[in-house]
């Protein structure tokens, strides 16, 4: 759904390799960034949804799991996440 389905045929029929520049134009990837500062930049992400609220991190958590439930016609498991009080 992201790339749309010619795009993702091609994906799949032909098996190539994509560089991270286009994969990241196509909208596969959120960021490029080069390989010496890929764990900077992921313990900076890391850090900064360390600052966001714990509450509201676990419910998007679990409105991303019912979402997903729903679209493959399934029933949610919501228990895999902890009922806090």
């Known amino acids: 759904r992201v790339i749309g389905q010619k795009r993702a ?5 032909l098996c190539r390799f994509y560089d991270s520049q286009k994969a990241y134009n196509w ?6 960034v080069p390989y010496e500062k890929l764990e900077e930049t992921t313990v900076s992400w890391c850090n900064e949804i360390l600052e966001k609220s714990p509450l509201a991190l676990r419910m998007l958590k679990g409105a991303l799991e019912g979402r997903d439930a729903f679209k493959e016609k399934r029933k949610p498991k919501f228990n895999k996440f902890k009922r806090l009080p």
């Open 27 to 32: 909208g596969l990837i959120n960021e490029v």
């Open 9 to 13: 045929r091609e994906i799949w029929f």
